[in-house]
């Protein structure tokens, strides 16, 4: 069938619309003509906007990730309390779609984890973070949070008892001590994990 002479849709509703299938339905049911169906289009219709199915999944990990709310950032002492911020803001935006964490595995692309390179490598230098570290925060930044929340995403959601689930406390009475003093909920456990990265990069500089 050929494609419609002029678009039926927008790509902003064909991206909306696989979300919302993938939401609801599960990422195995997402489909041209799942997606084509939900929109009430034929599917040629979806070619003025993407090339294939890829391009459309690629899309979805854009706005997915783009979703997350860049904080206002002031250069100093302090700067890894941007890292931190961006950091739950981008988490926060990714459990929102559970089920779409094996595309943004895929998919995602690397500048949007924490913003444009050039600029935050400009807030990092007006910090006083030494150049020689900049890589080092850059990509740690990116591996450790993409990570530890595609990991969070692709389990249960879990509560600070879950965290470790089905401990035996006769055979694992370590872990069971431990997890009867952690004070912290798996949000506050990644937050002091992103802080102790980055504080500690500076540590070693020191």
Do not use: C
């Not at 890589?135 to 249960?156: C, F, N, P, W, Y």
């Not at 949000?187 to 102790?196: A, D, N, T």
């Amino acid at each position: 069938m050929p494609r419609p002479s002029k678009p039926l849709i927008s790509r902003a509703s064909a991206v909306a619309a696989s979300i919302d299938i993938i939401d609801t339905e599960g990422l195995d049911a997402f489909s041209l003509p799942r997606l084509a169906k939900h929109l009430g289009v034929r599917a040629p219709s979806l070619y003025h906007h993407f090339e294939d199915k890829s391009a459309i999944l690629s899309a979805v990990a854009r706005q997915i990730a783009g979703a997350g709310t860049i904080p206002r950032r002031k250069p100093g002492p302090d700067w890894p309390e941007y890292f931190v911020t961006l950091s739950l803001n981008l988490r926060r935006s990714i459990l929102r779609h559970r089920n779409a964490a094996p595309i943004l595995l895929q998919y995602l692309p690397r500048d949007l984890l924490i913003g444009p390179y050039e600029e935050t490598a400009h807030f990092l230098e007006a910090s006083g973070v030494p150049t020689r570290l900049h890589v080092q925060i850059l990509d740690g930044m990116e591996r450790i949070t993409l990570g530890a929340v595609l990991t969070e995403a692709m389990s249960k959601p879990s509560t600070r008892s879950s965290i470790f689930p089905n401990i035996d406390p006769e055979s694992q009475p370590m872990l069971s001590k431990a997890m009867a003093a952690n004070e912290f909920t798996q949000k506050q456990l990644f937050e002091e994990m992103i802080r102790s990265f980055l504080y500690g990069v500076m540590r070693n500089e020191n």
